[in-house]
């Protein structure tokens, strides 16, 4: 009973927040994609990285030094996520939106569930699966047409059809800096959120995880919502540890509002 006291407590605090603030912002990590069937990265038995060093498939020195192997891992990755639908998690941050009540919303996913659910004002800040470019000459093309060009090269590796170059997805990999012009304005709706509601993110992965420190030190609250620890434990304002999906739609409820 004491637990679900403090959750309904907590739910009530972060109602209140969204109320009172004239701007609201969420961050988004991959906890949030988890009930679309998107395995997140680093849950023991389910994470994307269980059995892959994400430094040989998934850095941008592997992309460059055996493209052949990166694309069989994410050919595998563009195949998984290209049926994948926005879950309730998602549409109850439309919810918040079409009532006003939600400004943006700041992702560190590429999957594009937020694309789909209708998230006006998206800041993709590690890129998107929509598009793959070529490094060489910039030809860009959709992901269907990527993975059209993947089945039919026999190594397995989509190519510019200019060049011939290997085509990367446009995502940021390790060891690629994230697009500067999408993490300033990431900055900047952190800096004037006077609430930043943290969702699904472990925030342990910078620049992405300052930002949370850019709205407290703004003056403005933070609210965590995931089930796993992290580092900012300590600036929220509000902390909530059940499932995303519940929590939000908890906040719908108490906010007096209906999901889609």
């Not at 460059?64 to 990755?77: C, K, L, N, Q, T």
């Not at 800041?123 to 470019?133: D, K, L, M, P, R």
């Not at 003056?219 to 929220?236: D, F, K, R």
Request: charged content about 20%; hydrophobic content about 45%.
């Amino acid at each position: 009973m004491g637990a679900q006291v403090a959750t309904t407590t907590g739910i009530e605090r972060l109602a209140a927040l969204v109320r009172g603030a004239r701007s609201v912002v969420a961050l988004t990590g991959a906890g949030i994609s988890v009930p679309s069937g998107i395995p997140d990265f680093r849950s023991p038995n389910t994470g994307l990285w269980r059995h892959v060093d994400p430094m040989e498939v998934a850095h941008i020195d592997a992309f460059h030094s055996d493209p052949a192997r990166f694309w069989r891992f994410y050919g595998e990755r563009f195949a998984t996520l290209a049926g994948k639908q926005p879950n309730a998690a998602n549409h109850a941050l439309m919810a918040l939106e079409r009532a006003g009540m939600l400004d943006a919303v700041i992702t560190q996913n590429v999957d594009m569930l937020h694309r789909k659910a209708g998230t006006s004002e998206l800041v993709e800040v590690h890129g998107s699966i929509a598009t793959c470019s070529c490094q060489r000459c910039d030809e860009r093309v959709t992901r269907a047409q990527a993975r059209a060009r993947l089945s039919r090269d026999p190594d397995g590796v989509p190519r510019c059809a200019s060049c011939g170059s290997p085509l990367k997805p446009d995502v940021v990999l390790f060891g690629e800096l994230l697009p500067a012009q999408a993490l300033e304005r990431a900055r900047e709706l952190c800096e004037g959120a006077e609430l930043l509601l943290c969702v699904g993110s472990s925030l342990e992965v910078h620049p992405v995880a300052g930002l949370p420190e850019l709205t407290h030190a703004a003056g403005g609250a933070v609210a965590i919502v995931t089930q796993g620890q992290t580092p900012l434990e300590h600036l929220a304002a509000v902390r909530l540890t059940g499932d995303v999906v519940q929590e939000l739609q908890a906040l719908l409820a108490a906010l007096g509002l209906q999901p889609r």
